[in-house]
């Protein structure tokens, strides 16, 4: 399916691996010239030659922490006028509210929130006067069905969420929409993290523990980078003009609501 998104242009946050990578293979197969991000250079620069391997596309890499000023100048330096982007951060590790000092908080709000606020403060306008713009947030399904020890990442990304609403609703007339993705089990390294912090503090196998986590699931199985960034594809495609505003699940079913 042609998405209309060849010759455009995507930064793409956090996307050396996982869900960031996902959505950054799904673009440039798509079409879309990209810069990727990460901070680890081996891993970042070994993600852009599979990149290059796969599409006919350039790939510009930015070594930085995006939730810096200097990282977010050099995205933006290497890619001025971006028709995409797509907000992605790592977020603070499990950690029981108690253990939190304001430092810490300080912290993961800075990277949740405020980090992505920040960069489409950035792009926004341009977006507005070219009447292009599609920006997708990654979050979690963690916003909607609290995970006990990751209580300020869901906080933050809440945060972001209702900020974004009223923002998403005032460009939508400039063909500009802002979207938020909410991962569920996802196959990534964050999740076999929280596997193996629930196996210490229960005294269970990593893999019983696992397997206790997707008999949640109907889906009954973790969701893949790849399909995850084919959805995030879409929200950037010429066909998702009239969607703005929206927080979707991508979560196999796990979240148990109807509406």
């Given at each position: ?71 977010q100048?050099?995205?933006l ?40 606020i ?79 912090n ?9 893999e ?52």
């Open positions: 399916m042609d998405l209309g998104l060849s010759g455009r242009k995507a930064i793409i946050c956090a996307s050396s691996r996982g869900l960031g990578k996902g959505c950054a293979v799904a673009l440039a197969e798509a079409g879309c010239d990209i810069v990727i991000n990460g901070r680890d250079e081996q891993t970042l620069a070994a993600t852009a030659r599979q990149l290059r391997d796969k599409a006919a596309v350039r790939v510009d890499v930015v070594a930085a922490d995006v939730s810096t000023a200097e990282g100048r050099a995205l330096a290497a890619c001025p006028d971006p028709d995409i982007l797509i907000n992605n951060n790592g977020g603070p590790p499990f950690r029981d509210f108690r253990a939190l000092d304001r430092e810490a908080i300080l912290e993961g709000v800075t990277q949740n929130m405020v980090t992505p920040e960069l489409i403060q950035g792009v926004i306008d341009g977006m507005c006067e070219r009447r292009f713009g599609r920006i997708v947030n990654i979050t979690s399904s963690s916003v909607y069905m609290p995970i006990p020890g990751l209580d300020l990442s869901s906080g933050a990304r809440a945060g972001l969420t209702s900020f974004l609403a009223g923002v998403a609703r005032s460009v939508a007339n400039k063909n500009v929409t802002i979207n938020t993705l909410l991962p569920g089990k996802m196959d990534t390294d964050r999740l076999t993290a929280s596997f193996k629930t196996s210490a503090q229960s005294g269970k196998s990593v019983d523990v696992k397997a206790a986590a997707l008999k949640q699931v109907p889906a009954a199985r973790m969701g893949t980078p790849e399909e995850f960034g084919n959805t995030c594809a879409f929200l950037c495609s010429t066909f998702a003009g009239y969607i703005t505003g929206q927080n979707i699940l991508v979560d196999g079913g796990l979240y148990p609501s109807a509406f």
